[in-house]
């Protein structure tokens, strides 16, 4: 059994990222709900325990409790497991343990610079200084007797604590997001320096242990997978041929509102390059057909979503047909963005999209599940995948919703608008391609915009749409920044969409950061 570090999730947003700050930490990570009783944890064996962040304020009623127990357990050697608390973590430790939290004048949000009053243990090597990440209303204002500052900000005397009594630490700021400088370094300080892992846990362990797991799930039966071309879901195939072999068959349905070229691309590639068994199903029509008219960002999704299953159902009958039994799986590579995003995930945290693989599901789902990659973040795959023998053109491909096009046409999906964009797009990735800058982004793209403006050309007015061209930084697409394009370049891109698009007469540069905006515009 892997050396393992239990993350309690009160809500937060970044709660999966903590778990991979200590996975890069080489640790096993788990995360469970706050209400998981101290019984229950310490069935576990965790070397430590990290309590997350919440949306909640400590006086709020109905608010998430932390039981005073786990502050009193025992590891199997008999030495008290630390406990490292995030933000509502701290706060909730810190009001058992006898401190004050109140609200603060005004919530706290964004960059401080810590400084290290306590540069040993948790903060061994983090340089004074450093930039951390705040995202609170409430704060910590009087420390809990035995416990002391480790580190403050200019706005927050109390930045970081630790107890004299037992291994217990708190931070006010999210050292699991990538804005924090150290945090890395800090969440590998508290699972190896204070708990004391070696780091048993590693990218191959985890293919080795999924592919046995899958075996395991699998048996005799046959999975099908919903092969986009798109990164996770490549992964996903190579993962489970390995595991499975024959056994798997890739569906690769036509939605209508794939990039240009993409679905004779993805056949190429995967069918002949790969040689794994796909079977390609048109439903252009179907799924544009269903679209029309649909405004609403979350009825599109659902939408798809829906005529996805029902198109999947199908092609697993014809190979049922076939093959003389039906496949008993479906595996998809959902991310844990996806899942973040979408549904509260193992404990009480805020819906913003229901993302295609996930909200947009229905229940009565008639196959089981296979999600490898739910608990990891997009770089985590794209690192399983070179492990996997993936060239670097399908796992450095930038992110592509599952429901394509579709969230990057405001307003209704057309077959028209479905052109242009596929068009506009083509452009602004071949140029990114050209220029060496594709891969210095996240993810790239451009979105059509239901919005006429007049323009000249030749001696002609124009009245046609806006294209909005969106290119971000990020590391695992939960915050990202606008990426700072050379304007050179964006007024060559913008130049040639404009001149070769029939149906465009502006374009613009999306200059939000996520948070407050989100990466896609629906
Ligand atoms: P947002 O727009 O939520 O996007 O900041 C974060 C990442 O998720 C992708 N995305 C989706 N992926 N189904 C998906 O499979 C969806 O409905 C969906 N919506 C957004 C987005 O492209 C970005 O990489």
Redesign the pocket.
């Known amino acids: 059994m892997h050396e393992r570090i239990v993350i309690l999730d009160f809500g937060s947003q970044y709660t999966q990222l903590i778990a991979r700050r200590v996975r890069e930490a080489g640790v096993y990570s788990e995360i469970h709900p706050c209400t998981r009783s101290s019984e229950e944890i310490r069935a576990m064996h965790p070397k430590g325990i990290i309590l997350s962040g919440g949306p909640c304020s400590v006086f709020d009623p109905g608010a998430p409790q932390l039981d005073p127990a786990l502050l009193a357990m025992k590891r199997s050697d008999g030495s008290p497991t630390p406990v490292l608390g995030i933000c509502y973590g701290l706060q909730a430790m810190a009001r058992l343990e006898g401190g004050d939290v109140a609200p603060a004048d005004r919530r706290e949000f964004g960059r401080a610079r810590l400084h290290i009053d306590d540069p040993s243990g948790l903060f061994q090597g983090v340089p004074d200084g450093s930039v951390v990440w705040m995202s609170h209303g409430d704060h910590l204002t009087r420390l809990a007797p035995k416990y002391r500052i480790l580190a403050h900000t200019d706005n927050a005397p109390i930045a970081a604590v630790a107890s004299d009594r037992a291994p217990h630490y708190g931070v006010q700021f999210h050292p699991e997001v990538a804005h924090t400088d150290a945090g890395r370094l800090l969440v590998e300080n508290f699972a190896m320096g204070i708990c004391g892992c070696r780091g048993d846990w590693t990218p191959a362990s985890f293919v080795d242990e999924k592919k046995q797991e899958i075996r395991e799930a699998v048996g005799d039966a046959r999975v099908i997978l919903g092969l986009s071309g798109g990164v996770?879901s490549s992964v996903a195939a190579a993962l489970l041929r390995e595991a499975i072999g024959e056994r798997l068959i890739c569906i690769y349905v036509n939605n209508g509102v794939l990039r240009k070229g993409e679905w004779e691309e993805v056949q190429a590639i995967f069918r002949d390059h790969f040689r794994l068994r796909l079977k390609a199903v048109d439903a252009a029509d179907l799924f544009l057909d269903r679209l029309a008219g649909v405004s609403d960002p979350e009825t599109k999704?659902k939408i798809?979503g829906n005529a996805f299953v029902e198109v999947f159902d199908a092609a697993a009958r014809e190979i049922a047909e076939e093959a003389g039994e039906r496949p008993a799986f479906l595996a998809q590579g959902?991310l844990y963005?996806?899942v973040i995003?979408?549904v509260s995930f193992k404990g009480p945290s805020a819906t913003?999209?229901?993302?295609?693989?996930?909200?947009?599901l229905p229940e009565q789902l008639d196959f089981e599940v296979i999600e490898p990659f739910r608990e990891l973040f997009?770089d985590e795959v794209r690192e399983i995948g070179r492990l996997l023998g993936l060239p670097e053109l399908v796992v450095g491909r930038?992110?592509?919703?599952?429901?394509g096009l579709a969230?990057r046409i405001l307003g209704p999906v057309t077959r028209e608008a479905v052109a242009i964009l596929q068009e506009a797009d083509a452009i602004f990735i071949e140029e990114l391609r050209l220029s060496g800058l594709y891969d210095t982004v996240?993810?790239a793209?451009a979105v059509l915009l239901p919005v006429r403006t007049v323009g000249v050309m030749g001696d002609e007015r124009t009245y046609e749409n806006v294209c909005a061209l969106r290119a971000v930084t990020?590391v695992d697409?939960?915050t990202?920044d606008w990426a700072r394009l050379p304007g050179d370049f964006l007024a060559h891109v913008s130049n040639r969409i404009v001149n070769e698009i029939r149906g465009v007469n502006r374009a613009v540069y999306d200059i939000s950061s996520?948070p407050p905006?989100?990466?896609?515009?629906?």
């Open positions: 996770d999704r798809i959902t963005p996806d995003e979408s913003i999209k229901t993302h295609h693989n996930v909200g947009g997009k930038h992110p592509f919703p599952g429901p969230v996240w993810q793209f990020s697409g939960m990202a996520k905006a989100t990466i896609e515009w629906e």
